[in-house]
């Protein structure tokens, strides 16, 4: 097996050129008209808007001040890093990428967060990937990195590190360092506990690599528990030699699990399976101190994994729930009291936040795109009427989050936070959208889940400052906030309305998320659940909420008994506390509490015309954008806001010698998206018989003052556009395309030689031949469209949806007429027969016009362009002047097998596809007799596909091996062929 995981390796490390096209990642453009700021300090360059410069200041401060004590238990301090700042998005995140080396910042806060302010929780986990990333840096690994440039840190990441550590070590940083963190709230650990106790200890290929039958918690929460539980057991040391060792010893085929069991003495299999059977007894005897609250199941624990979260209450016996899971989209549904279920409606792209219900109305927010700017994104609120079916917009390109309508549905109370990252409870008109109201609570404290009290009167939420989280209310009528609880580092969550003036919470007081219930600032425990509940509502005095299971939350019922609450001074909290010893390990805590946004750093100005910044190279040709790799040398470039990329290389083989120098250049920072790709190099000159003339009895010999001299170049030019709203995904593009190839012409002397009388050669004569310059110039036109319905994890393809592409070239320029072509083509999707099964039809035509003509052999030909469209699986590409083709395919995942040969191959899915493809051509023919023969052929086959998704000998990224067989159905044969591709996305690592 070894001898056969080196092999393995050694193929990856043939492929690297194209695995290092996962690491050049581009998170999109952010709009043309910012303006660019920067702050140098000691280890960061922070470039942010203009407008972002008072906050601007605090990120630089927050980043000095984490790094004092971001890099103890690793051992490492990383060099200086670029950090951009993206603050005109409603998306919630940030990542660190290596190729070109920097990290990325998302300014808003989520719905979802833990006690800690935004920007500090993003520094502290961003950061810790700085240095882990920096700390391969060494050894070996700082010798490639003279070879590739800062691609060679990215490749060994890829190849080595599992993704558990990378962000498991993140969330164990950013709990250690903090009083709060991802490690210290139950919800976090609530998916792995359940799992783990439940449905047993995975395979740790499963655990890392996910499943499609069985719902797996991701990296992040499997890793941190073996993280934490690791360093608990044998000091922090133990991930800092993995990190060492992987860094000196790249070669060795296991690096990081080698460093690790120097300290632990168990491969990382072992480890992993020893830390989470001792959790296991810890969760065991954790689970045995609580007695459980009785309750009623309203909806059945689903095998498939669903989610009922945020349950409001729709009519008397019904409710109005959130639907999520893997093989399902998130809907809308109503629940009935005997747990019927019927979906009511699918929204967009949501963020983990509450809706609300009032009025027969749904109303929340939904995540809406920038037509082009991928780094402005909008949380704009929707509202669905149920009785009409009528969807009403009701805010455009806003940040307002978790909206809840009054109960007489008239206003709405949302969330706002603008791009200075200011914090407001804001009342908007219902029918308008307008804001009508302003509230600011404490000094900038970041609100979360408003919700109305039944009168209209008062607004509860949950309030976040630099104590934590509390309850506050906020009375309407005099315009006044109040305090409901104290403010805790405890994970507070989803405040409502419960029965006399009760406010009903969701807390992890005592170590599992649980209801809890505030009157007259005495909090009460309302629930002991196994694993968690919480989102709770009042119905009568029956309390309906979602309750945690191995298989998600269901919605339950329990009677509200008051007698059985406790006092928070009465809650134990029995829990693994796996934080404790990570926080003894580290030398102190960052104080954010010395952290203002005083300008004490200047700031400049940050040209947006930096647009080259080289960051890798290679010993070897590489292609990006055609996915070439060959002999010779390559850099690449791309600069700080990601609006330009840049390959620039030499190709040293001989049979592309036309082609030596290679620049590609991109451009996205205006509204349309330039590419530029030049291609440029010269050749000897070969003998030709056709263009010398030569007799087949001449002997001869021929010479060139010249080389030839050859310049290809095309320019691109698309506009890019996101119209996607509501579920599906929508995009158009058009595109216009010039091309060129320049040939420069050449002279041959060419002599021929005869035999004499006496058998020797002599000099029969001298020409001289001249081959003209080649300019052959194309125009390429093309529209692009598409609509596709959001895909659930499970599904193969597409279910619904539609695709529609035109495309025009045609040569008006240069000495070749090579005539033109049209192509029209269109995809339709529509469900199978089973869940996750798709039906794919494609319908493709193209037509050409013919250009100049040429005699050969008695047949007059004609220049023309290359295909649009291929003919049937099976069969070769067959020339045509017009061509009509039908592809129809049945897609469906035909098992997940989770087979685990350990160390050697993972099996997560297989997926078949039956297919049967029809094409007609025609194509005239000339002869220069002046005969004519239209042909018309038909080709059609019919077969199957199958393909396997697997991870093999544990590499990060899938591959996908599959069988094709195809029957040619007009010419009686069999075709087999193997199908293989590796899925590699932009790699980086996030929050």
């Not at 909806?299 to 639907?323: F, I, Q, W």
């Not at 309850?471 to 409502?496: C, F, H, N, Y």
């Amino acid at each position: 097996m070894y001898i056969c995981k080196k092999l393995f390796f050694l193929i990856v490390l043939c492929l690297l050129p194209f695995l290092l096209r996962s690491q050049y990642y581009s998170s999109g453009a952010d709009p043309s008209g910012i303006r660019w700021c920067r702050i140098e300090t000691d280890n960061f360059n922070v470039v942010f808007p203009r407008e972002y410069s008072v906050r601007g200041q605090y990120v630089a401060k927050l980043l000095e001040e984490v790094y004092k004590y971001g890099t103890n238990s690793l051992k490492h301090k990383p060099r200086k890093i670029d950090v951009l700042v993206h603050s005109e998005t409603a998306y919630s995140n940030g990542f660190v990428s290596w190729a070109p080396k920097r990290m990325e910042l998302y300014n808003n806060p989520n719905q979802h967060m833990y006690a800690q302010d935004w920007l500090q929780q993003l520094t502290l986990h961003e950061f810790r990937h700085v240095v882990q990333l920096d700390k391969l840096n060494n050894g070996f690994t700082k010798m490639l990195s003279y070879i590739l440039g800062e691609q060679a840190v990215g490749a060994v990441l890829g190849l080595y590190v599992p993704m558990w550590f990378l962000e498991g070590d993140a969330v164990a940083t950013e709990t250690a360092l903090s009083q709060s963190g991802r490690g210290r709230s139950p919800w976090f650990e609530q998916g792995i506990r359940a799992q783990v106790m439940d449905k047993g200890l995975f395979s740790y290929e499963k655990a890392m690599f996910g499943s499609y039958k069985d719902y797996v918690p991701n990296h992040y929460e499997m890793g941190y528990q073996l993280v934490a539980g690791a360093r608990g057991k044998y000091g922090s040391d133990i991930w800092e030699k993995a990190m060492y060792n992987t860094a000196r010893n790249p070669l060795s085929i296991t690096p990081f699990n080698q460093g690790q069991k120097k300290v632990s003495g168990l491969n990382k299999v072992d480890l992993y399976k020893n830390t989470f059977l001792d959790l296991q007894q810890k969760w065991e005897r954790q689970n045995e101190q609580t007695n459980k609250t009785l309750f009623e199941a309203i909806t059945p624990v689903s095998m498939d994994y669903l989610n009922y979260k945020y349950p409001v209450r729709m009519d008397e016996g019904s409710y109005v729930a959130a639907l999520s899971g893997p093989g399902v989209l998130s809907s809308f549904v109503r629940v009935s009291n005997d747990g019927e279920v019927t979906k009511l409606f699918v929204p967009g792209s949501r963020n983990d936040e509450p809706f609300s219900y009032a009025s027969q109305t749904l109303c929340w927010a939904e995540l809406e795109p920038d037509t082009r700017w991928e780094n402005r994104m909008f949380s704009v609120i929707k509202c669905y009427h149920l009785p009409s079916g009528k969807l009403s917009k009701i805010t455009h390109k806003s940040r307002l989050f978790s909206p809840t309508l009054s109960p007489d549905g008239q206003e709405i109370a949302a969330v706002s936070v603008d791009h200075q990252n200011n914090y407001r409870l804001v009342v908007l008109d219902r029918n308008t959208g307008k804001i009508q109201k302003s509230y600011q609570y404490g000094h900038n404290n970041y609100l979360f889940t408003p919700s109305w009290n039944k009168e209209g009167t008062k607004i509860v939420c949950v309030a976040l400052s630099d104590k934590g989280k509390e309850i506050a209310l906020l009375d309407m009528e005099q315009e006044k906030w109040l305090r409901m609880t104290e403010p805790t580092m405890v994970d507070i969550s989803l405040p409502k309305w419960g029965l006399d003036q009760e406010i009903l919470f969701t807390a992890g007081y005592g170590g599992t998320e649980e209801i809890y219930g505030v009157r007259d600032h005495e909090i009460t425990q309302r629930t002991q659940s196994e694993y968690g509940a919480n989102g709770a509502i009042v119905d009568g005095n029956i309390l309906v909420y979602s309750h945690y299971t191995a298989s998600g939350y269901q919605l339950v019922r329990a009677i509200v008994n008051e007698d059985s609450n406790k006092t928070l001074d009465e809650v134990e909290d029995y829990s693994v506390k796996l934080y404790r010893e990570i926080a003894n390990q580290e030398i102190a805590y960052p104080d954010f509490s010395a952290v203002d946004t005083i300008s004490d750093y200047a700031v400049k100005k940050y040209s947006k015309w930096n647009i080259f910044h080289i960051h890798s190279w290679a010993p070897g040709f590489v292609n990006v954008k055609e996915g070439e790799l060959g002999m010779g040398a390559s850099a690449l470039s791309q600069n700080l806001l990601g609006t330009a990329s840049t390959v620039m290389g030499y190709r040293a083989d001989s049979q592309k010698s036309l082609e030596k120098y290679y620049f590609n250049f991109r451009y996205q920072g205006w509204y349309p998206v330039f590419d530029l790709e030049l291609k440029h190099g010269d050749d000897r000159i070969r003998y030709d018989s056709d263009l010398l003339y030569v007799s087949s009895t001449d002997t001869f010999s021929y010479s060139a003052n010249e080389k030839i001299v050859q310049t290809e170049l095309n320019l691109d030019v698309s506009l890019p556009l996101n119209l996607t709203r509501g579920k599906y995904y929508t995009y158009l593009q058009p595109q216009i395309e010039y091309g060129m190839v320049q040939r420069e012409g050449y002279d041959v002397a060419l002599t021929t030689y005869t035999q004499n009388n006496r058998g020797r050669l002599v000099e029969k004569e001298t020409n001289i031949r001249t081959v003209s310059e080649l300019n052959y110039q194309t125009l390429e036109y093309s529209l692009y469209f598409h609509r596709l319905l959001r895909q659930s994890e499970r599904d193969v393809a597409s279910r619904w949806g539609q695709i529609v592409e035109i495309m025009y070239q045609s040569t008006p320029w240069g000495n070749i007429d090579a005539g033109s072509i049209l192509g029209l083509y269109s995809r339709s999707y529509v469900p199978g027969f089973m869940k996750h099964h798709s039906v794919r039809i494609d319908h493709a035509y193209q037509y050409k016009t013919m250009g100049d003509e040429y005699e050969n052999d008695g047949l007059i030909g004609h220049q023309t362009l290359g295909n649009y469209f291929t003919t049937p699986r099976g069969y070769d590409t067959r020339p045509n002047d017009r061509m009509y083709s039908l592809k129809g395919d049945y897609i469906f995942p035909l098992c997940n097998p989770d087979l685990n040969l350990p160390g050697v191959f993972y099996l997560k899915r297989v997926t078949a596809n039956l297919f049967y493809d029809y094409s007609r051509t025609y194509q005239e023919f000339k002869y220069t007799s002046g005969e004519i023969i239209k042909a018309k052929r038909n080709y059609s086959s019919s077969g199957f596909e199958l393909r396997g998704e697997i991870h093999a000998f544990r590499f990060l990224f899938p591959l996908t091996l599959g069988y094709r067989y195809a029957r040619l159905i007009e010419q009686k044969q069999h075709k087999h062929e193997l199908l293989m591709g590796i899925n590699i996305s932009g790699f980086s690592i996030g929050k």
